[in-house]
């Protein structure tokens, strides 16, 4: 008993850090609309550059207190510039571009951090007031953990007060509830949202700072943190800070008993946790329908079937694609190989993302599923190649259709972070649950029989992605397609002609994972091995920059988005270390050179241009 | 063919719609008309699913529909449109009628088949009787107001219905196009024996349309009749004629 109160305190201790960070996050959504993906480098900034102020201070609790508050101080004027330099041309963007381009000041700040810092974890020398403990029902307790409980409460009430007592913080709140609004008081909103972008910057820069007298700051927790912030806005409600606190407050405390109670376990009771509060309140503990602000359907120009000189074009690659073994060499041949793959995990994405209008954030969930199902099917099962690679689509799409059916009723950003917490939680079970999927040391030796050697398992790549592309390609034209296209179009008027718009999108959330899924098992093949990489964010947005390269609104952008990505990746991976920061430099530019998406600039101007509602 | 009784509806502490009781006989014209805010749209939500009602019961042909989605509803045979057109922007005149003509046969899980091969002929004609033939390929995106208003009757006509709900079909036309949208679709209820449903601030066209006309304001129905009963009911002429004052009397 005693044992679990002190892991509920511990709970709450981290509760606290959650929020920080969390709270920053909700605010900023509130406000812009904006769902911040580099909040969390924010939070790790603050705990390196906490770690380079504190180290030099000396070892007094109100050193430590001035430290951290310059920390703050300091990721709060690193936010204010993101903000003003990039987020600022953004925000009349497509949603899912916003996010995509605070994804790419993740990558940029992950390699600036590297480059500073150094990839070694950094640990704070702890002043003798860090290390006392006091007396909890006989049990030792950190002080310092006591210390971070109150925390919590005190920043909660402090940006209370505020937003209730300052004219600012009216504003805030009015932008909060109604944006429109507030510009229509003729409000500088400029101002407006670069301030609350410092207040939410500084926050998670405190957070950072303030794990480090327990933990190190390290390369690895900004997505660690971000996807919990996720969770925690998510589960208390987009733009709530009370609901953010009491999440993460039931978030923080599930995962401290979690690790006594159900070690394994931990992470699904979380994601079983969030699934309930979802199904109950749609919108969160706290939160409430949010108001529309564009209409994205409006802006959607149609979709024409591919013209006579396109399928030429196609039909000529083809030919090339099926020659090539007995033309190029193995290493050219298996770059190859990625390519058909990529092109099945783009288009399988695509057909979520375009038609079905749903923006996943963790497409890399149903490869990794596929690559993990096919790779244990022939380790443990010792099943030959056909069986192993028709386990795949059957794992994902079986996963895919039990996670769909919650969440193909949300919508925009609820869906977009839900799809990306979960195949973190994809992640950390094969990360963690080493018995099984080797942990970090992954599965190897998944090698294809000797009957198909390289050229004969690229063929069978080749048959199986460009088939499954041009089959999802077909189902797209078909009335399936349609009626998928038209309850994206309007639910509304689905569901008034007697569609049924969650069956379609869950049917087409089902197709789109086991489609993924058959891609990784080719991957597993393909590779000889998996590794937990394979569901990491980076190869989810992977997904996601294929398809935004080659354009959401056309049926071939996803192929050729695949062909131009892997390309340009091999050519990144070989010519600089710093590949990260220059992918993250190419996503920057796609997204502000082509603020309305790839396909709204390439799109001839009298349809694109001319695609306009009056109401 | 529908009844409706004691329909009531409030949101947050606002009383849309408050014991309303009415019924449509099987191919009239039905009118139903009222001040801004007075709770027509929010009837037809109730009618068509979109909104479930906090109290009463609609009967369509004696089932009780009130807590039907709009899917079953519209496979009873209750066709709508929308103050706000909602269409298929992405997709062409023709192919939105098409959508809805696939929806109606209940094709729409084929994968295989080419959707734009499917009931064109039908699409079409259903086309042409809103005499839109005209801009059956371009997309409905760039199509106007008034076009979409007409697209709209197409899609809902697409599900063959017993009773069509129209919401303002003619907001945002000039008056001529209006009188005509009205006329077609009086051609069109005779023609298949289809009742309909709808509202209109333009009183030329209520009367000029309506074989029947039911008058509701804040959120009450305050009268019932032929054209000339409501031209003479006192508290219609109250609620119509002193605009000013109406709403502060209540
Ligand atoms: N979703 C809603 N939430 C809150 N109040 C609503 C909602 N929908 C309608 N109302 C309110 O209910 C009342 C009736 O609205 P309704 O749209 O039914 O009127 P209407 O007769 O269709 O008006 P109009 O002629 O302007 O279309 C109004 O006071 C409106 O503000
Ligand atoms: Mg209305």
Redesign the interface.
């Known amino acids: 008993m005693t044992a679990l109160l002190i892991q509920l305190l511990t709970g709450l201790a981290g509760a606290s850090t959650l929020f920080l960070v969390a709270a920053g996050l909700t605010v900023i959504f509130g406000v812009t609309r904006v769902v911040n993906f580099s909040h969390g480098s924010l939070f790790m900034l603050g705990a390196y550059i906490g770690w380079t102020i504190l180290s030099r201070l000396p070892r007094d609790p109100g050193s430590f207190a001035l430290g951290v508050l310059l920390t703050g101080l300091a990721t709060s004027a690193i936010g204010s510039a993101v903000e003003m330099v990039l987020l600022r041309r953004i925000y009349k963007a497509p949603e899912l571009l916003q996010l995509l381009a605070t994804f790419g000041v993740v990558l940029i700040l992950q390699d600036a951090t590297q480059a500073i810092w150094g990839p070694a974890d950094l640990t704070l020398p702890r002043g003798p007031w860090l290390r006392s403990a006091v007396m909890i029902l006989g049990e030792r307790f950190p002080l310092y953990d006591l210390i971070l409980i109150a925390t919590g409460p005190l920043i909660l009430g402090t940006i209370w007060l505020l937003f209730a007592r300052t004219r600012w913080g009216t504003l805030v709140r009015a932008a909060t509830l109604d944006r429109e609004m507030v510009s229509a008081l003729g409000v500088d909103q400029r101002r407006l949202f670069t301030s609350v972008f410092a207040l939410g910057a500084g926050l998670a820069g405190i957070g950072g700072a303030l794990v480090l007298p327990q933990g190190s700051a390290n390369l690895q927790m900004d997505l660690s943190v971000i996807t919990d912030a996720f969770v925690v806005v998510v589960v208390g409600g987009l733009g709530s800070l009370t609901g953010a606190y009491l999440a993460a407050v039931l978030i923080g405390v599930l995962q401290a008993l979690g690790i006594v109670l159900l070690p394994k376990a931990t992470l699904v009771v979380v994601f079983v946790v969030m699934a309930c509060v979802l199904i109950v309140r749609p919108h969160g503990l706290l939160g409430r329908p949010l108001t529309a602000t564009r209409t994205d359907a409006a802006a959607i120009a149609p979709i024409r079937p591919a013209t006579p000189a396109l399928l030429w074009a196609a039909a000529a690659l083809l030919v090339l694609a099926i020659a090539a073994p007995l033309i190029v060499g193995p290493f050219v041949l298996s770059v190859l190989t990625d390519i058909t793959i990529a092109i099945l995990f783009a288009a399988s994405l695509h057909v979520l993302m375009g038609p079905g209008g749903m923006a996943s954030f963790g497409h890399a969930a149903w490869f990794g599923l596929g690559a993990y199902g096919t790779a244990l099917a022939v380790k443990s099962l010792a099943a030959p190649m056909p069986l192993a690679l028709l386990l795949a689509p059957i794992a994902a799409g079986g996963v895919a259709l039990v996670f769909g059916a919650l969440v193909v009723r949300l919508s925009g950003v609820y869906l977009a972070m839900l799809t990306l917490a979960f195949a973190q939680i994809v992640w950390a079970v094969a990360f963690q649950w080493s018995d099984v999927t080797g942990g970090d040391n992954g599965i190897l030796g998944v090698w294809p029989p000797a009957w198909a050697g390289p050229a004969s398992f690229y063929w069978i790549s080749l048959v199986l992605c460009v088939g499954g592309a041009i089959l999802l390609r077909r189902a797209l034209y078909a009335p399936f397609g349609f009626a998928l296209r038209a309850s994206r179009d309007s639910a509304l008027r689905a569901e008034a002609i007697g569609l049924n718009p969650n069956a379609l999108r869950l049917a087409a959330f089902t197709l789109a994972g086991s489609a993924a899924g058959l891609a990784g098992g080719l991957a597993a093949y393909a590779k000889g091995s998996v590794f937990p990489t394979t569901i990491s964010v980076g190869h989810s947005v992977d997904a996601l920059v294929m398809v935004l390269l080659g354009g959401v609104q056309t049926m071939a952008g996803p192929i050729i988005g695949a062909i131009a990505y892997t390309g340009l990746f091999d050519a990144l991976l070989l010519a600089t270390g710093f590949w990260r920061a220059a992918l993250g430099a190419c996503i920057l530019a796609i997204v502000l050179l082509f603020p309305q998406g790839i396909a709204g600039g390439f799109n001839r101007p009298g349809v694109a241009g001319s695609v306009k509602r009056t109401i | 063919m529908l009844v409706v009784q004691n329909l009531t509806k409030t949101f947050g502490g606002v009383h849309a719609v408050t014991d309303v009781s009415f019924a449509v006989t099987a191919g009239e014209m039905l009118a139903l008309i009222g001040p801004n805010g007075a709770g027509k749209s929010t009837c037809f939500n109730m009618l ?3 909104i479930r009602p906090d109290g009463g019961r609609i009967l369509l042909a004696g089932t009780d529909i009130s807590k039907a ?3 079953t509803i ?2 009873l045979g209750v ?2 449109t ?1 103050q ?9 005149a023709r ?1 939105n009628v ?3 003509l ?3 046969h ?11 091969t ?1 009931h064109v002929a039908e699409a079409d004609a259903l086309l042409a009787q809103v005499s839109l033939s005209a801009e059956a390929g371009r ?1 409905a ?2 199509l106007a ?1 008034g076009d ?1 208003k007409r697209l ?1 009757l197409a ?2 006509l ?2 063959n219905p017993k009773l069509l709900l129209m919401d303002e079909p003619t907001a ?1 036309m000039a008056p001529a196009e209006r009188a005509g949208l009205m006329a077609l679709t009086a051609g069109l209820a005779q023609a298949r024996g289809m009742a309909v449903l709808f509202t209109e601030h333009d009183m030329d066209v209520v009367f000029g349309t309506a074989s029947r006309i039911l008058v509701m304001d804040h959120g009450a129905l305050i009268a019932q009749g032929d054209a000339a009963m409501i031209r003479a009911d006192p508290r219609v002429r109250a609620v119509y004629l002193g605009t000013g004052f109406s709403s502060g009397g209540h």
């Open positions: 068509g699913g979109q989605t709009p899917r519209c496979r066709g709508r929308f706000i057109t909602a269409t298929f922007a992405s997709m062409t192919e098409q959508t809805a696939t929806a109606h209940r094709q729409t899980a084929r994968v295989w088949q080419e959707a734009d499917l997309p995106g760039i107001y979409l709209e899609m809902a697409a599900c945002g």
